[in-house]
């Protein structure tokens, strides 16, 4: 089955520094990669995605890097902000098809120092 | 974004009773719900997938009739945690795709289960 791996495990960085994340998945059928955000008590938040047919994707500060051939993925976020802390989740859609389970990463906690 | 929700937010029962927690896909019709469970500092883990009329499919592991789940409309599917036990105690999150969001998945804001 499809497997994600997900680095780094914990970031800190201080307020306004770039933080990137990364993953890495092992089926090359996958054709989805979302990322969520999710704050401590709460559910997970979809903050940006991408599909196989696009390199990169933007959004304001946030951004994701589709690199289909090495089979990786990263999300950037620039002028990182405190409200920024959280743990982020990388996923794969398996199969190839749009209905199709996610496959999740192991997260990371983002620390955003003022 | 769509709009999922979760009822209870929490709840606390005591061991051997049963729960049940629902999730609603407020503005959009749910063709297919997620329930995952997620331990303290873990990842979320996969428990079922269900479409709307059809029975669920259980991930490996996942007792089905210790979580069973009912997905009768485009809008509703619960998860009841029969004879509840103290390792039961977890949070409990949905999530669901539908007719508008083909790809994209949202999810509910969780339910925190608490077995006494």
């Known amino acids: 089955g499809e497997n994600v791996e997900q680095h780094p495990s914990t970031l800190s960085v201080q307020e306004g520094d770039s933080a990137v994340i990364k993953c890495t998945y092992s089926?090359?059928?996958?054709?989805?990669f979302p990322w969520y955000k999710q704050e401590l008590g709460k559910g997970p938040q979809l903050i940006i995605d991408?599909?196989?047919?696009?390199g990169e994707k933007k959004d304001q500060r946030i951004a994701v890097t589709l690199n289909k051939t090495a089979k990786h993925f990263s999300l950037h976020i620039t002028e990182t902000q405190p409200e920024d802390s959280a743990v982020y989740f990388c996923?794969?859609?398996?199969?190839?098809?749009?209905?199709?389970?996610?496959?999740f990463g192991q997260g990371t906690i983002l620390t955003v120092h003022p | 974004g769509a709009v999922v929700s979760q009822h209870p937010s929490w709840v606390i029962c005591k061991s051997g009773t049963s729960v049940k927690i629902e999730c609603r896909s407020l503005?959009?019709?749910?063709?297919?719900m997620f329930w995952y469970r997620q331990f303290p500092k873990q990842s979320l883990m996969l428990m079922a997938t269900?479409?709307?009329?059809?029975?669920?499919?259980?991930e490996q592991g996942v007792e089905k009739d210790k979580f069973l789940i009912n997905h009768a409309s485009l809008t509703l599917s619960t998860l009841t945690v029969t004879s509840a036990h103290p390792e039961d105690s977890s949070f409990y999150i949905c999530?669901?795709?539908?007719?508008?969001?083909?790809?994209?998945?949202?999810f509910g804001p969780g339910t925190r289960l608490t077995v006494t």
């Open positions: 999530s669901a795709r539908g007719d508008i969001t083909h790809y994209e998945q949202y």
């Open positions: 089926d090359s059928a996958s054709n989805y």
């Open positions: 991408i599909r196989s047919n696009v």
């Open positions: 996923a794969a859609r398996l199969g190839g098809t749009s209905y199709g389970k996610l496959t």
């Open positions: 503005d959009f019709q749910a063709t297919t």
């Open positions: 269900s479409n709307e009329g059809s029975k669920a499919t259980y």
